[in-house]
């Protein structure tokens, strides 16, 4: 890692790799918070399974895409179209089903592996993920280092990182940037991968100890390796090298050599008026203005540092440098214990904060102070900037140029540790643990084996080569299979019924063989430990198994009946076997379509069959003993036949009884037991039967009795081909009532009030009765008005004038004697609204020919007495077609094609004015159909039998239609009516002289023809 953290003081002489005597299991994982590419920072992160993971809070599966979101201060976990799985509370975590690459996750689309926990802080979710160390790694190298450069290089560098990963094991604040190591999860790269892999577990260990957040690495030294005290001043530790490292200089590093400039005079004063410096101090700044804005931070820094009093310029002044005087660095090391430092001399002026005045010299001119100041080459290259100033190690500084310095350097990073481009040329032939040697001498590597991840040990299967049961000695081998740990040891212990022994100790082999002499139900455990393990076993699994004497046979079965029976007709089998220990019976049943399981396995050698349906059956019967794993060691079958006699099986009404008079009621029967059923429905209404139905295969009746009582429905069924009366019948009782007659409303289809002249549908709804008879009153204030008398339409349509009306309808049976069973009311208002024209309609759409007779309807509302006049313009004159009347209809027969206009007034008989109202339209008229020409295809004289085609042409109207009538010397007939088609085939069949009489009109056209064409032809 390239930062500085802290020390472990120990000194070490050789490099070894040896196995440490403690394993501590805990150690193999590591939790990091995942904070780069924002994920530490969001309220919404999307989450994507590969594989299969366990929610731990509920044990809930997950795999494939999924949101995480904090919704009041929760976190929600939803599936990816929205829909809500569960609120887990301020945190919840979720790992995989097997830990490995087959199962992993990505969070935003970056990969990770092993467990992912999520927390609710401050409004954002923090993601953690742990895992092994040795795979943290596997994403850790290949950030640290490119996966592309040698694999020796590759291999110090995972052994580097493995030991700065043991300074913060313990440490829940590990995140995945450079304060620790940048960690890109599982975004692996092969060779890396085999860097870490290659090593595994290995650490560099100074007198038995790791040297943890020690073990540091950076890019290049620039020729010159550094202790810590070269560049941080703390007490030189052994195993960091000093000196030069031909290396790092013979490798392509382009940090070899690198200078930055600094200029000597920051702010030009020549000019300025150094007696009044409020006219341009807020106008000038430093060239160097970011180097001289830390140097500023650092001078007015109340802190004193270990090489000395810093020289401190009090904070209450504003300071600006305008001369770096000298800068000089230590460019000759020698030592390993020296510390690289440098020198910076600056001049300055000061303007006091407190009330914007300037610090002045005797003479009254702006005063300019200078002072100097040494400290760690590594801290001024923190004030030069890390990007410019890439190291410590400064080898020279030119100060021969009048207008800057120039700093000349070597490296990039601290220069503490390996150097990573020294770590590449030195793998062209070295080892990784030459590198590690060559840059930490004195350190030897150990194998840790707290840090490699060792699964528990698991006993997964206990199975025998061949399946039990089997028969004595008969050699059974029987294999436990586990997984984890280091080296397994098995043991087989054994249960035969009375006690336990132990067959086979602890040893590496997991296969037993066994040869049973004797039978009986057995049982195995077999136990598994890693060899290191200090229990008397890990794990365990079991085994039952089952050895047979003489084998299991069914010797016969025996029926209490004989087939065929009836249905219905209860059948007991019974098995005889012989053999096995404790002998199972199972008895089946084929339908005919499916075998279904009649007994399960018992120790009942019986079962009873009752038959519901007629049909052939077949029975097989099974019988193993109780230790076999066979489905069955013996069976026998037979089959059987069960008849079904004549028989109504269900006879039913579709509504509950009672029911009022006037409804129907649908009556079914059915019937079993014959080929070809026939059914006969009777009532008995208390005084006589009546056949409701004769027979016939219908088996369903509408039933509705019109008048009350308790009734007795009988169905007889007999077979087609049966000369009884009947085979089989059934009946039940049902009661009809009849209900009172009820009045529920009297509804007008427009509400009140109206204007007057509108025709208002009034309907009254009513129930019970058998025929109901509706009569409709109206009151107006004076008198009554019967409106219609009784009948069973329960509609009336009233035209009513204006007023106040009170509305009632008189409900009755028909075969009631009252004036009426039940009545309504309703008021209703009709307004003596002004006469208003609402709509022209006409029989015929415009355009329609000439001599077509058009009615025209005019539609108004309003007034007592309405009058119509109905007006003409015909493109030269308005013409009055017909004066005022109550009639609002006129027929119009147009003589001639024009554009024309149409005026429709209307008033009340009472009004005094010209009209009240009026609409227009306008219709357009066409020529009159006109026959043009009557052809055919064949001029006369033709041959009989000749087929000619006949072809009319007509003009004019909108639509034409075409009737073809011929002639033949004694009577016209109709050859083809009224169409479309102007073409008719005609094929005589006798000689004569004929006529044809093709007739023309127009579609609305209600004349017998327009038109017509005339034509003679001759046949010979």
């Avoid at 509920?58 to 795999?63: A, N, T, V, W, Y």
């Avoid at 040891?489 to 249960?495: N, V």
């Avoid at 009404?653 to 649908?666: K, L």
């Avoid at 427009?750 to 025709?759: A, I, N």
Wanted: proline share 4%; charged share 20%.
């Amino acid at each position: 890692m390239r930062k500085h953290v802290g020390w472990v003081v120990s000194f070490f002489a050789l490099i070894l790799i040896l196995s440490s005597p403690i394993s501590t299991k805990a150690n193999s994982l590591i939790s990091v918070n995942i904070t780069q590419n924002g994920l530490s920072s969001k309220n919404t992160i999307n989450l994507t399974i590969y594989g299969d993971y366990i929610v731990s809070a509920d044990q809930r599966e997950l795999s494939g895409n999924y949101q995480v979101k904090i919704v009041n201060g929760d976190l929600y976990l939803y599936t990816d179209n929205g829909h809500l799985i569960k609120n887990y509370g301020s945190t919840f975590s979720i790992y995989p089903t097997v830990y490995g690459t087959k199962h992993y996750l990505s969070l935003n689309g970056y990969s990770y592996l092993g467990e992912m926990s999520f927390t609710e802080s401050g409004g954002v979710i923090k993601p953690r993920n742990t895992l092994t160390i040795e795979d943290y790694l596997k994403g850790v190298v290949p950030k640290e280092m490119s996966a592309l450069k040698p694999m020796e290089a590759l291999k110090a560098q995972a052994v580097a990182a493995r030991t700065y990963v043991t300074g913060y094991l313990n440490n829940t604040n590990i995140n995945d940037t450079i304060s620790y190591q940048v960690y890109g999860g599982y975004a692996w790269h092969e060779n890396s991968t085999k860097a870490v892999e290659d090593t595994k577990g290995i650490i560099i260990t100074h007198n038995g100890s790791s040297i943890k957040q020690n073990a540091f690495f950076y890019s290049s030294n620039g020729g010159m390796m550094l202790t810590n005290q070269n560049s941080w001043g703390t007490n030189a530790l052994a195993y960091f090298n000093f000196g030069k490292d031909d290396y790092d200089l013979t490798s392509s590093n382009p940090y070899k050599d690198w200078n930055y400039n600094v200029y000597k005079s920051q702010i030009g004063l020549a000019g300025r008026d150094m007696k009044n410096p409020a006219g341009w101090w807020d106008t000038v700044t430093e060239k160097d203005l970011a180097f001289m804005n830390k140097v500023k931070s650092f001078l007015q820094s109340s802190d004193r540092y270990k090489y000395g009093d810093a020289p401190y310029v009090p904070s209450e002044y504003e300071m600006k440098i305008t001369t770096v005087k000298d800068i000089s660095f230590t460019t000759n090391l020698t030592s390993r214990t020296e510390v690289l430092t440098g020198e910076l001399t600056v001049q300055y002026i000061l303007k006091r904060r407190s009330n914007n005045t300037f610090v002045m010299d005797e003479n009254g001119n702006l005063k300019i102070h200078e002072l100097s100041f040494r400290d760690r080459s590594y801290d001024i290259r923190s004030l030069v900037g890390s990007s410019k100033m890439k190291s410590p190690y400064i080898k020279s500084v030119n100060k021969s140029r009048s207008d800057y310095f120039i700093v000349n350097g070597g490296g990039f990073g601290h220069g503490i540790g390996m150097s990573q481009y020294g770590a590449y040329k030195m793998a062209e032939t070295k080892s990784y643990a030459e590198i590690l040697a060559y840059y930490f001498p004195g350190t030897r590597l150990y194998y840790d084996s707290s840090l490699v991840y060792v699964p528990p040990v698991k006993m997964q299967s206990v199975s025998p080569d061949v399946l039990s049961p089997q028969s004595i000695n008969k050699t059974i081998n029987i294999t436990a299979t586990a997984t984890g740990g280091s080296e397994l040891l098995y043991s087989f212990h054994m249960f035969d019924g009375n006690e336990w022994t132990t067959v086979k100790e602890y040893s590496v082999d997991n296969t037993f063989s066994w040869t049973p002499t004797k039978p009986g139900n057995y049982k195995f455990s077999v136990h598994v430990k890693d060899r290191f393990s200090s229990k008397t076993y890990d794990s365990y699994g079991t085994l039952e198994y089952s050895i047979q004497g003489e084998p299991v046979k069914l010797n016969h079965v025996t029926l209490s009946k004989t087939s065929p029976q009836d249905v219905g007709t209860a059948v007991t089998f019974t098995a005889d076997a012989s053999g096995g220990v404790n002998r199972l019976y199972k008895f089946w049943i084929f339908d005919g379509q499916e075998w279904k399981v009649l007994s399960e396995y018992s120790t009942d050698n019986q079962a009873t069959w009752t038959p519901t349906e007629a049909g052939d059956y077949r029975f097989s019967v099974h019988v193993k003993d109780s230790l076999s794993t066979n489905e069955y060691d013996d069976y026998a079958g037979f089959e059987f036949t069960a008849v079904q006699p004549p028989d109504i099986t269900s006879l039913k009404a579709d509504r509950p009884s009672p029911q009022a008079v006037g409804n129907t009621v649908t009556i079914t029967a059915k019937g079993v037991g014959v080929q070809e059923a026939l059914y006969r429905f009777y009532q008995y209404d208390g005084k006589e039967w009546t056949v409701l139905k004769d027979y016939g295969p219908e088996n369903t009746i509408q039933w509705s009795p019109r008048a009350g009582g308790t009734y007795r429905i009988s169905v007889h069924m007999k077979d087609s081909q049966s000369t009884k009366d009947y085979d089989t019948y059934k009946w039940f009782d049902y009661n009809f009532y009849v209900a009172p007659v009820k009045v529920s409303s009297l509804q007008a289809s427009l509400p009140s009030p109206q204007p007057s002249g509108k025709t208002i549908t009034l309907t009254a709804n009513a129930s019970g009765g058998t025929e109901k008879l509706y009569k409709f009153h109206a009151y107006d204030g004076k008198a009554w008005k019967v409106l219609r008398d009784y009948q069973a339409s329960n509609q009336y349509a009233w035209t009513p004038i204006p007023g106040n009306y009170k509305l009632v309808v008189h409900v009755k049976d028909k075969n009631s004697t009252k004036a009426y069973d039940a009545y309504t009311s309703a008021d209703y208002q009709v307004s003596d609204s002004p006469v208003q024209m609402e709509a022209l309609n006409t029989s015929y759409a415009s355009p329609q020919t000439a001599g077509t007779p058009v009615r025209i309807t005019a539609q108004a509302i309003g007034g007592t007495d309405r009058r119509y006049a109905f007006h003409v313009y015909d493109g030269s004159a308005w013409t009055e077609l017909q004066s005022y009347s109550s009639d609002n209809e006129y027929t119009w027969i147009p003589s001639k094609p024009g554009s024309y206009k149409f005026s429709v007034h209307v008033k009340d008989a009472k009004s005094t004015k010209r009209y009240d109202d009026y609409g227009t339209f306008e219709y357009q008229v066409l020529e009159g159909v006109k026959m043009v020409s009557v052809e055919t295809d064949k001029a006369s004289p033709q041959a009989a039998n000749t087929t000619i085609n006949v072809t009319a042409t007509g003009k004019g109207g909108t639509e034409r239609l075409y009737a073809f009538h011929v002639y033949d010397g004694k009577e016209w007939k109709l050859v083809q009516g009224y169409s479309a088609n102007n073409q008719y085939s005609w094929k005589p069949t006798a000689a004569g002289n004929y006529k044809f009489s093709i007739h023309v009109k127009d579609k609305n056209s209600t004349r017998t023809y327009d038109d017509y064409g005339v034509l003679l032809y001759e046949v010979k």
